[in-house]
């Protein structure tokens, strides 16, 4: 369709003569274009040179401008060496003329015109590319290779706007070019290189140099790694190497953009691939910010661009709220989250907003209101780089150059004026707080602390300068919350040795200026949980899931956990990365849970089920993936695979913070010898190695810690059995061998990954020896003599045990496990347990009642306990933030009132379960 047809506005000639002339070249234009023709060229002397230029071919090329664009890009590839330069000349001036009258008349929009100008750049550097390596090749300097277009293994990464397809109207194009140095013999290298600068000069040349007919593209060449001494095209090795020693954050964000552009297009991007994690951190990177805020201070320094908006003479693209305050708040953004968050690596500044908003990272109307800004801005800086085709982003700095620039966009110049005023502070507004957010509280005055703060130079988090620069203006805050703590010497205390168990210090503090309320939450867990601040030391990576948009959701359902983690290890390279990368995702969802449970959004019992989900997640997510590793040596599973069992505590979904899994794997080979891999085992040694590779997988000690420890004692003959269990070997087992105690542990146990085909069956066949084995008349006497056992073993660790001693948390889930075999109950969770002794007779709703009182009071000790603490409460070291937390988890008023009603209920409790036992 014709520009003529889709026209949506036109410029005012600001030169009516000089657009009179350009109208006399066109006697063959359409009548309604003449006044666009008319207002460009008398807006613009360089347009108004190219439609004369061009006079015989433009009015068909505007009849159908997209098609006109498409055979331009059609003839580069065809260029002869020795056509080049003048063919690309031609081609770039009918390239600008068509971009600017569909620019100008409304036709295309921001996104086509930069995209145009983009896909003829890379058309312009692939025939150099292609051409000129031929000539090496036909020199003898290079080897030949199958396909020409691929360049002999040299490729150019189009970095900046042209990496992003958002080239401006008289941009200059970024390159950093670089060879394969795997393609070629070693001993060839020097000469290849030397053949490989030979090209990058030549083509650099070729599109720079002004001639009859102008230049292609002004040709960047110093995104380079160290370009001040490296060639202009070094080996892959070489860059790589650079970047992984002493890469800088501004280099980071200009890989955002860049793109594998010609030449050995697939070589380029291993390249790049090779680069991702040097661009994009695992973890929440906010110390990008201050390298950022830096940046731009140096370039408003060396461009002298300070001070407050004056409209002439201002840079739309370097200075106050300009172009590049947009892209360095997208760009930054994307650095600090797209390690976590793959969906966040794209290049494009629109859509660098559009899913930085969809993330939760930037307000959607931000997001919006900035893509606005931006595209106006854009539209502006053509508007002046049209007028005479030069690099310029600066506006006009008289009367004069206000009306053409006004001419030139179809506007008046106060309501143009107007509206640059406005969107230019609306971009400073809305950026300049991210990257220089107001100043800290006033120090707190006094010497409150000093004995404890005046140590914290020598500690390892604040042995650079940056972070004892970042600290510095931290430290204020942190200062002002712990003395609002109850007690502000408790809360010191802990958090000195949070601060003293960090590793380094940048990432952190950065994160933590960057997001204030973090600071207030580790104040908190400082003041109430020295564990879980213990952890955060050694994990201070799990503090990124707090503020990745979702910490403080509703907790999901299995399904969507489990799919969750299943994304995570297909991002992950290999087996060992995804073992890693599960300890990672792990270790935030646990640590949610703790501050969930903590903070009072979830009780005792959310946060056992939550600990549990999670490990259910965990051992599903994992099992398939173990099995596939161990599959690659020895073959699939024989027969139909097996089944995981959690037992005990994992088993009734009721887990603490710091819960082991006791686990049980169970297979059924289906008569199948052996499995049919590279290295075949035999069936009892392949799922006793596979149960092996499980154990290993969940508490290996790796970079990121271990998942969980691992408890099989529970299996068919404790540490005597074997640690799989064929199917019929264990229902023989359970059915003629095991003890009392094993058919106790059986009431718990719940298949939670694998086959649970066979798990169903496991389970059908738990229902029905239940059913049986309660009617065996010793159960209560091996009970309590099981209970005397206990007894003996271990002592309580003092009044405030909460789990070990008569009427403890042990001791009721004992009894309630009892309580469920002796009615054959499927139940697994102690109150349902003893509510099947009471449906069935067996027990009195007083007994019950006394029973589950004492348990769940003691269970919601040992939660809290667990998360506060490594070991038994002890109320003289538990401070005053921890105290307050266990009261508020009990519903007591002081440590006296929970200690008798502990002592009360275990009494009550302990009277019940000794009576009961000792009935015939």
Not at 80 to 93: D, F, H, M, N, T
Not at 285 to 296: L, S, T
Not at 458 to 483: D, V, W
Not at 574 to 579: N, T, V
């Given at each position: ?414 309501g143009l004026r107007s509206e640059l005023t406005r969107r230019l502070e609306q971009v400073h507004g809305l950026t300049e707080g991210f990257f220089?957010p107001d100043a800290a509280p006033a120090p707190v005055t006094g010497d409150w602390g000093k004995d404890v703060t005046d140590r914290w130079p ?463």
């Open positions: 369709m014709s520009i003529a047809a889709r026209q949506t506005r036109c410029p005012d000639p600001y030169e009516p003569d000089r657009g009179a002339d350009a109208v006399a070249h066109l006697p063959e234009i359409e009548r309604s274009l003449q006044p666009l023709i008319a207002g460009t060229a008398g807006c613009s002397p360089y347009l108004a040179g190219l439609i004369a230029a061009e006079a015989d071919w433009l009015p068909q090329a505007m009849d159908d401008p997209e098609a006109a664009i498409a055979e331009i890009m059609a003839k580069v590839p065809s260029l002869a060496l020795s056509e080049l330069p003048a063919g690309l000349r031609q081609g770039k001036r009918r390239i600008a003329l068509l971009v600017a009258l569909a620019d100008l008349a409304g036709v295309w929009p921001l996104e086509q015109v930069t995209q145009v100008l983009t896909d003829f750049a890379d058309a312009s550097v692939q025939a150099c590319l292609t051409e000129l390596v031929a000539a090496e090749v036909a020199r003898g300097k290079l080897p030949g290779g199958d396909d020409p277009a691929l360049a002999g293994g040299m490729t150019a990464l189009a970095m900046g706007k042209m990496g992003a397809g958002e080239l401006n109207y008289s941009s200059d194009i970024d390159l950093i070019c670089l060879f394969d140095e795997t393609r070629f013999d070693p001993d060839d290298y020097h000469d290849v290189r030397s053949a490989f600068i030979r090209v990058t000069r030549k083509m650099t040349a070729t599109l720079s140099d002004l001639a009859a007919g102008g230049y292609v593209f002004r040709t960047d060449l110093r995104l380079r790694p160290d370009a001040s001494v490296t060639p202009v095209c070094l080996s892959m090795e070489a860059a790589e190497r650079y970047y992984e020693s002493v890469g800088r954050t501004w280099e980071r964000a200009a890989y955002i953009k860049a793109r594998a552009c010609a030449g050995d297009i697939p070589a380029g991007a291993r390249f790049l691939e090779t680069l991702r994690p040097f661009v994009w951190r695992k973890h929440l990177d906010f110390a990008a910010i201050q390298d950022a805020h830096d940046m731009r201070l140096k370039i408003r320094d060396h461009k002298g661009l300070h001070g407050a908006l004056v409209l002439e003479g201002h840079n739309m693209k370097l200075g106050r709220g300009g172009i590049r305050e947009i892209e360095f708040f997208t760009q930054t953004r994307q650095l600090i989250a797209g390690g976590r968050d793959v969906s966040l690596r794209v290049r494009q500044t629109r859509e660098g907003l559009s899913r930085l908003a969809d993330a939760n990272w930037v307000p959607h109307e931000v997001a919006d209101t900035l893509y606005g800004d931006y595209r106006f801005h854009r539209e502006v800086e053509h508007r002046l780089q049209m007028i005479g085709d030069a690099q310029t982003h600066t506006l006009p700095n008289d009367t004069d150059g206000f009306d053409r620039l006004a001419a030139f966009m179809g506007r008046d110049v106060a220089a020598s500690y390892p988090a604040l042995r650079t300068s940056r972070a004892t620069e970042i600290f510095a203006r931290l430290r204020p805050q942190i200062m002002a919350s712990l003395q609002e703590a109850a007690k502000p010497d408790e809360a010191l205390a802990q958090f000195d040795g949070f601060l003293a168990g960090l590793p380094a210090g940048v990432q952190l503090f950065s994160l933590f200026e960057a997001n204030p309320q973090l600071t207030q939450l580790i104040v908190d867990i400082a003041a109430t949980a020295p564990a879980l601040s213990q952890y955060l030391s050694r994990n201070a990576a799990v503090l990124d899931a707090v503020i990745g948009g979702s910490f403080f959701d509703p907790w999901p359902d299995l399904p969507e956990l489990v799919a969750a983690l299943q994304a995570v290890l297909r991002a992950a390279d290999d087996y060992e990365a995804k073992l890693i990368a599960a300890r990672r995702w792990a270790k935030e969802w646990h640590f949610r849970i703790g501050v969930h449970h903590l903070r009072g959004l979830i009780t005792a019992d959310e946060s056992g089920q939550q600990y549990a989900a999670l490990a259910d997640a965990v051992l599903t997510a994992l099992w398939p993936e173990i099995v596939a590793e161990f599959a690659h040596k020895h073959g699939l599973p024989p027969g139909q695979g097996a089944v995981v069992l959690g037992m005990g505590s994992l088993g009734a979904a009721r887990l603490n913070a710091a819960s082991d899994l006791d686990l049980i794997v169970i297979y059924d080979a289906d008569g199948v010898d052996a499995s049919d891999g590279r290295r075949p085992l035999a069936t009892r040694a392949y799922y006793a190695r596979l149960t092996q590779a499980l154990v290993t997988a969940l508490s290996a000690s790796m970079a990121e810690g271990r998942l969980y420890e691992v408890d099989m004692r529970l299996r068919p003959s404790g540490r005597q059995g074997p640690v799989a269990t064929s199917f019929d070997s264990f229902c023989n087992y359970q059915r003629d061998e095991a003890w009392t105690w094993e058919h106790l542990a059986l009431t718990r146990a719940r298949p939670v990954a694998g086959n649970l085909e066979i798990g169903a069956r496991i389970e059908s066949f738990r229902v029905a020896l239940l059913a049986e084995k309660g009617k065996a008349t010793k159960v209560l006497s091996d009970v309590a003599d099981m209970r005397d056992r206990i007894a003996g073993a271990k002592a309580p660790a003092g009044a405030w045990d909460a789990k070990i001693g008569a009427g403890r948390l042990q001791d009721t889930e004992l009894f309630a496990q009892t309580a469920a075999l002796c009615t054959g109950s499927s139940a697994r969770e102690a109150p349902a347990q003893l509510a099947a002794g009471v449906a069935a007779g067996w027990l009195g709703d007083q007994q019950a009642r006394a029973v589950g009182d004492a348990s769940q009071l003691m269970w919601n000790i040992q939660a809290a306990t667990r998360l506060l603490t490594d070991g038994a409460i002890d109320p003289d070291t538990l401070g005053e933030g921890g105290r307050r937390f266990l009261l508020r988890e009990t519903g007591f008023d002081t440590m006296s009132d929970l200690l008798d009603a502990m002592e009360s209920a275990a009494a009550a409790a302990d009277a019940v379960i000794s009576a009961k036992l000792k009935e015939p």
